[in-house]
């Protein structure tokens, strides 16, 4: 009489895990059954997914499933978003799916045939230089021949489902419209910016729902992992779309803060906010479960805190891991530092310490010399951000926000927390960390009749997780 599992398979930028979640007493209960790392590689001098690895991983973690649980009734998978394959009519890949930290698409939005203003009034997609729009044309640009052969544009969440089911062919709706080619009216491809672009119109596929079903996992890979040909959920495959889905919003006064490697900060609405205002704070659409929109900005988040990790580990004998980094930050003498995360010189910051002394020079603060310092910079970039930004959501919206919800891994830092109320001046809730993870797998039960609506969703994450509060202190 064991419960029923659904297994959400979620790909983050430095690993992919598979998250078995089940309801029992009311509560939905998840648990990490595999975990792998995941970096980039590189191919052709290009920063790229290692996707054989991946496949490989997904099918030992469906196997280590199997052995974990009898009645696995799903599965369901998200990653970031933006990134792609090219297929030919053969399905084979055209090339390597390149991860947009790579640099290639920079200089490339100032190509394109259309104003940057023409996008957003018809897609409401916030400008990123590496938007899937940007990394296609600098695709087709260097390779001529993809007019002919490219047949299919697979997000790799669609790719991935293609590769459990061996038939699905469908671009997931969420994942799609961070491609900044969706129309935010017709939820469906822009039909007249892939003709202007001169983009073949043929690789772009018929959208499929989150809560829709995309196939059947392969007889040949149910066998070889010992799980049944269990449906293949299309839930919210764009992660942060899963996020936010995972989210016990309260009330339109609700704002989120999802803090991974990016800090995706937000609210949800019924239809898209693209007006002159919106355009002027690059606020994006992105399109959300239940035909909701995601209004939020992208800031570059604890991807900053992991660099700093990294770089600090290679030049240090002593290895530090991240509570090292808050303490360090807590006790820095010198607070003054500040950097701007979503500067250029952060993307893909290989040599972060060097970068954010770098920028704290030129910007006439003096020169950061600890480990404290270089965190405390990153720690007030991010805060100052994110108060920014509800100024912003504020100012669209016409409305005050009272409190922020935080979740994922950066959730569980309480100094990010604690500042964050006390700048923005906000209550501040955090929890679930999950918030993905259970995004992904209650829209699996959705599919299943599980559940029927995102209130129910919520009601049932709120009813099973643990949330934290931070009132705001006042601040000199
Ligand atoms: C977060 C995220 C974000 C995208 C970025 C590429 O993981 O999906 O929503 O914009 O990665």
């Not at 764009?238 to 995972?246: E, I, L, N, P, R």
Request: hydrophobic share 35%; with cysteine; aromatic share 10%.
């Amino acid at each position: 009489n064991q419960p029923k599992v659904n297994l959400a398979f979620d790909i983050g930028a430095s690993s992919g895990r598979i998250i078995a979640g089940f309801y029992q007493n009311n509560k939905i209960h998840t648990e990490e059954v595999y975990r792998f790392k995941n970096e980039p590689i590189i191919v052709n001098n290009k920063r790229c997914w290692d996707l054989k690895e991946i496949y490989h991983q997904l099918t030992l973690g469906l196997k280590a499933a199997s052995s974990r649980y009898r009645n696995i009734a799903s599965i369901g998978v998200d990653t970031w978003g933006l990134d792609y394959c090219l297929l030919d009519d053969e399905m084979n890949p055209l090339h390597t799916p390149i991860n947009y930290r790579d640099d290639r698409t920079e200089g490339i939005p100032e190509e394109l045939p259309i104003p940057f203003e023409s996008f957003y009034d018809k897609t409401g997609i916030q400008f990123m230089r590496f938007n899937t729009v940007y990394q296609l044309y600098s695709d087709f640009k260097e390779n001529p021949d993809y007019y002919q052969k490219a047949a299919h544009l697979l997000f790799i969440p669609d790719l991935i489902n293609h590769f459990l089911t061996g038939s699905s062919l469908m671009n997931e709706y969420t994942v799609a419209t961070t491609s900044q080619l969706i129309n935010a009216y017709t939820k469906n491809w822009d039909d007249e910016l892939i003709e202007q672009l001169g983009f073949p119109k043929r690789i772009f596929k018929d959208i499929i729902s989150p809560g829709e079903t995309a196939g059947l996992l392969r007889h040949d890979l149910a066998e070889e992992t010992g799980i049944k040909p269990i449906p293949v959920i299309s839930v919210g495959s764009h992660d942060t779309a899963s996020a936010v889905a995972g989210i016990p919003l309260r009330s339109k006064e609700s704002a989120y803060l999802i803090c991974g490697s990016w800090s995706l900060i937000g609210i949800e609405t019924e239809s898209p906010i693209i007006t002159p205002e919106s355009l002027t704070y690059n606020l994006t659409n992105e399109g959300g479960v239940f035909n909701t929109f995601r209004v939020l900005k992208n800031i570059n988040g604890t991807y900053l805190l992991q660099q700093l990790k990294k770089c600090y580990n290679k030049s240090s004998h002593d290895a530090i891991d991240f509570p090292d980094i808050i303490q360090a930050a807590k006790d820095a003498v010198n607070r003054h530092f500040i950097i701007e995360p979503n500067h250029s010189l952060f993307m893909s910051s290989d040599h972060i310490i060097n970068d954010i002394r770098e920028y704290c020079r030129s910007n006439k603060q003096g020169i950061p010399n600890t480990l404290g310092e270089y965190a405390i910079a990153i720690y007030n970039g991010l805060t100052n951000e994110f108060s920014q930004q509800i100024k912003h959501l504020e100012a669209v919206l016409n409305h005050p926000i009272e409190t922020i919800h935080m979740v994922g891994g950066g959730s569980q830092d309480q100094l990010l927390c604690q500042i964050t109320a006390d700048l923005t001046q906000k209550k501040v809730i955090s929890g679930p960390v999950e918030s993905s993870a259970l995004g992904n797998i209650c829209m699996q039960m959705y599919a299943l009749n599980q559940l029927s609506s995102l209130s129910e969703i919520r009601q049932l994450i709120l009813n099973s997780s643990h949330l934290n509060v931070y009132e705001p202190t006042l601040t000199t």
